[in-house]
């Protein structure tokens, strides 16, 4: 993780309030951003959102004219809605706004021809434990991006979780195929594994906890031990000639995880260059 300034905005605009976005605003008001430094725009809010931004005084869906170029615009909402939505906020760009875009492929290059007043763009790919302010972000900067706006940007996505900068924007497509489409793997691993324990004579839902509990334990063992590599967690549960290398003599063969995961992130690698165009 890479440690900038991590500065916040004096002004911020949130666009989609979604599951991503609300996540972010969570993040940034326990961080201690000012609520009066925060607008959002959503047009069919949360109830909870809306009784959120009520509670906390944040401006929710000003008219568009009222609101003065932001240091910041979040760009949160779906990929494709960006058609739609960028005409409309386009204007509220200005010369020294930065935008952070989260949009699953929108290249750096789309966005800035969709605001051409803000130079500066940031383009970051997190993934959904942001949720609970454990995600990663892969990030990726313009030229024109500012260290004083590389801090706001990192603080920002800092807010739900750790924040890695990418030497070059098209590393994002393996972030993706990695970090972001990988929680998605980790909850297979848990079906799976609860599966084969049911294949092995336990009651479904018993082999569910087992499965459920083995990976969540795992994951925050993990977490909990930083210098640890994953390699030396798995070799300190291995006894010689017992039961793990039993099962990892067949997980660790040639034809075993390494090749599968392997095809699985190029054909996630593959995917994303296809919907980045
Ligand atoms: N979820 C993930 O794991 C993940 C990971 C990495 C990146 N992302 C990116 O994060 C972005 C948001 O994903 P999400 O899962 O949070 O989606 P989401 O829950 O659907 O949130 C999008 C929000 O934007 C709102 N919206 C739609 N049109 C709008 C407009 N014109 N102006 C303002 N708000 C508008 C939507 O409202 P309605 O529901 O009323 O349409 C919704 O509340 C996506 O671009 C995705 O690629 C997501």
Redesign the pocket.
């Known amino acids: 993780m890479t440690k900038l300034n991590a500065a916040l905005p004096a002004s911020l605009v949130l666009?989609?309030?979604?599951?991503?976005?609300?996540a972010m605003m969570q993040g940034w008001l326990a961080m201690g951003l000012p609520a009066a430094s925060l607008t959002i725009?959503?047009?069919?809010?949360?109830p909870d959102l809306a009784a959120a931004c009520a509670d906390r005084g944040v401006r929710l869906n000003p008219p568009l004219a009222e609101i003065a170029a932001p240091d910041v615009l979040v760009?949160?909402?779906?990929?494709q809605?960006l058609d739609?939505?960028a005409p409309?906020?386009a204007p509220l760009a200005g010369p020294d706004t930065l935008i952070l875009s989260?949009?699953?492929?929108?290249r750096i290059a789309d966005l800035s021809g969709r605001f051409p007043a803000a130079g500066a763009i940031v383009r970051a790919?997190?993934?959904?434990p942001?949720a609970i302010g454990r995600g990663i972000s892969g990030v990726a900067a313009s030229p024109a991006v500012s260290e004083r706006q590389r801090g706001f940007a990192a603080a920002l996505l800092g807010a739900v979780g750790q924040v890695e900068w990418l030497a070059d924007e098209s590393l994002i497509d393996a972030v993706?195929a990695v970090s972001?489409s990988g929680?998605a793997y980790v909850f297979l691993l848990a079906e799976s594994l609860a599966r084969a324990g049911e294949a092995a004579g336990l009651p479904a839902d018993l082999a569910l906890r087992l499965a459920r509990a083995t990976v969540e334990g795992s994951g925050e063992l993990m977490r909990q031990s930083p210098d640890v590599a994953p390699a030396t967690l798995r070799q300190n549960v291995t006894s010689p000639g017992g039961t793990t290398a039993a099962a990892l003599s067949v997980l660790m063969a040639d034809d075993g995880l390494d090749p599968l995961m392997r095809d699985a992130v190029a054909a996630a690698l593959r995917r994303a260059g296809e919907l980045s165009g």
């Not at 666009?15 to 609300?22: D, L, T």
């Not at 989260?102 to 929108?106: D, E, F, N, S, Y």
């Not at 790919?125 to 959904?128: D, F, L």
């Open positions: 666009v989609g309030a979604g599951r991503m976005g609300a725009l959503d047009p069919v809010p949360a760009l949160a909402i779906k990929p809605m739609t939505a409309g906020l989260i949009l699953a492929g929108k790919m997190p993934n959904t942001a993706t972001g929680p």
